[in-house]
């Protein structure tokens, strides 16, 4: 969990969920942990053998963001003020752009001492080589504008665009 607060701890989003600066990295890490538990068991977690970069995804089959409203997630971001409320407003929008039946690439963090090494962009690559052996279609969203680039130079495309309260969401595809 270390490695995804670590890269997220300027993301906008994870700003957004996680207002309170004093319990910022307990609540990120909680929310991270939850989401890291229900995608294991569906073996769509791909990591360098350190654990200094990840890829979290949600296969056509498994569990989305929108299981937000999930009793685990509400009870472990009921301590912080608002974030639940936040997180669950941020998944219905972001869900009405993001097919059912599709791969999600829900986290992918590479801790900051490891930036530059392209160690992020080899586990989302295992992710999209599982993706194209099913003959799929893969999803993500982000609301840094720096990753847009990144994903692009990467083959995805910019597939919709929302905004959620101050956040502005980029919505991007990539097909297998």
């Not at 300027?10 to 309170?20: L, Q, V």
């Not at 003020?81 to 219905?92: E, K, S």
Request: charged letters at 20%; aromatic letters at 12%; hydrophobic letters at 40%.
């Amino acid at each position: 969990m270390a490695t995804t607060v670590a890269a997220f701890a300027d993301d906008p989003a994870f700003r957004y969920f996680f207002a309170d600066e004093d319990t910022f990295d307990e609540a990120a890490s909680r929310f991270v942990g939850l989401l890291f538990d229900k995608r294991v068991d569906h073996r769509a977690v791909w990591m360098t053998d350190d654990g200094s970069a990840l890829a979290m995804w949600s296969p056509p089959d498994g569990p989305g963001e929108s299981d937000a409203e999930s009793s685990p997630m509400e009870q472990a971001l009921v301590p912080f003020a608002g974030a639940f409320d936040r997180l669950t407003a941020y998944d219905q929008k972001v869900d009405a752009l993001v097919p059912a039946d599709c791969w999600y690439l829900g986290i992918l963090a590479t801790h900051p001492s490891h930036w530059g090494k392209g160690l992020g962009r080899g586990v989302m690559r295992v992710g999209l080589d599982t993706v194209a052996s099913a003959s799929g279609t893969a999803f993500l969203e982000t609301t840094n504008p720096d990753n847009v680039g990144m994903y692009q130079a990467s083959g995805w495309t910019i597939d919709g665009e929302t905004d959620v309260d101050t956040l502005h969401v980029w919505v991007l595809r990539h097909d297998g």
